[in-house]
């Protein structure tokens, strides 16, 4: 049980795993749930596609794929996240690489703790949902 952070032919992200790991929990604990085994893959472009294909026969790249294991209230699951993408999307928006990681970061934790994005106006709940964690974060 816990946090582990992993990487696939890359170099771990400058994080600090210790705060990302109670983050997490804190986050988990607003919508009633407790961390169970949550791993964290950071890999590349190329190995994320090779996943999107592989288990969701999705043909593009992505920044983040959540294999969710959850049972009730204990939330479990491997995060895939290409750090490739997420530096792309922080230069498109314009935001800090650090800022945009720690989002993708904990987007994987909400759709542990039951928030979705694909459905009709569901993006706007999880991004304001992202901005309400990293506000926890940032209060850390």
Not at 56 to 81: E, K, M, N
Not at 90 to 112: C, D, F, M, S
Request: net charge negative; aromatic share 10%; charged share 25%.
């Amino acid at each position: 049980m816990g946090i582990t952070f992993n990487t696939e032919g890359i170099a771990m992200p400058t994080i600090d795993q210790r705060r990302i790991a109670q983050w997490a929990q804190d986050v988990a604990a607003t919508y009633g749930k407790r961390v169970g085994t949550i791993n964290y893959i950071f890999v590349d472009d190329e190995r994320i596609l090779e996943v999107n294909r592989q288990f969701l026969r999705h043909d593009y790249y992505t920044d983040i794929i959540t294999f969710d294991y959850t049972q009730g209230r204990i939330i479990s699951g491997d995060l895939y996240i290409s750090l490739d993408t997420v530096r792309s999307n922080a230069e498109q928006l314009n935001v800090p690489y650090a800022r945009e990681l720690h989002r993708v970061i904990i987007h994987g934790v909400l759709h542990l703790c039951g928030i979705n994005d694909k459905g009709p106006g569901e993006r706007e709940v999880m991004e304001a949902e992202e901005d309400r964690a990293l506000e926890i974060l940032f209060q850390l």
